[in-house]
T-cell receptor, first 113, second 113 residues
């Protein structure tokens, strides 16, 4: 079982739709959480950090449930430009006082005109 | 843009050769992490450098090694290349003291034939 699990999709949604992605993580020592966006053959770009209180940035809302070890991303009013792979990332203690990022395999989103 | 740069952008090597990839971190960041991303997978943590020393390592063999320089730039060296080393190699810079967001360079696409 992978430490960070995501549904790989693809999610094909019409423009204007609301879409939600979920992610679960298995290590309860995980400290911080992020969503990254990755376009085809490009580097991951930070979309947003995820906090227990939930946070919103425009059309994007992220939620963290530490008890269930679950992270979500909601995209409202989808745009064609939202088409990308969305990577769930967990930052946890590794060893020797360091932390490391653990990535999910990503969820592919395609927004259709 | 993140300010993280990598070189070269593409590289083709043959099995058994050695390769060096380079990364310049974002201004103000003192930590560099390296990742390997195979097609269709999320990035996998190789190692992290802080204060010119390896500061955490993932499940990669010793033929993957690195350096960090006083200006925080870094190199990834891979010896005895194998076909499975073909991947996108990403470096990410961050600050050891937080926040823990990592910012990625554009990556080096390595093909081993």
């Amino acid at each position: 079982r992978k430490e960070v699990e995501q549904d790989p999709g693809p999610f094909n949604v019409p423009e204007g739709a609301t879409v939600a992605f979920n992610c679960t993580y298995s290590n309860s020592a995980s400290q911080s959480f992020f969503w990254y966006r990755q376009d085809c053959r490009k580097e991951p770009k930070l979309l947003m950090s995820v906090y227990s209180s939930g946070n919103e940035d425009g059309r994007f809302t992220a939620q963290l449930n530490r008890a269930s070890q679950y992270i979500s991303l909601l995209i409202r009013d989808s745009k064609l430009s939202d088409s990308a792979t969305y990577l769930c990332v967990v930052n946890r203690y590794h060893d020797s006082g360091t932390y490391k990022y653990i990535f999910g395999t990503g969820t592919r989103l395609k927004v259709l005109a | 843009e993140t300010g993280v740069t990598q070189s070269p952008t593409h590289l083709i090597k043959t099995r058994g050769q050695q390769v060096t990839l380079r990364c310049s971190s974002q201004s103000g960041h003192n930590t560099v992490s390296w990742y390997q991303q195979a097609l269709g997978q999320g990035p996998q943590f190789i190692f992290q450098y802080y204060r010119e020393e390896e500061n955490g390592r993932g499940n990669f063999p010793p033929r993957f090694s690195g350096l960090q320089f006083p200006n925080y730039s870094s190199e990834l060296n891979v010896n005895a290349l194998e076909l499975d080393d073909s991947a996108l190699y990403l470096c990410a810079s961050s600050s050891i003291s937080g926040p823990y967001e990592q910012y990625f360079g554009p990556g080096t696409r390595l093909t081993v034939t």
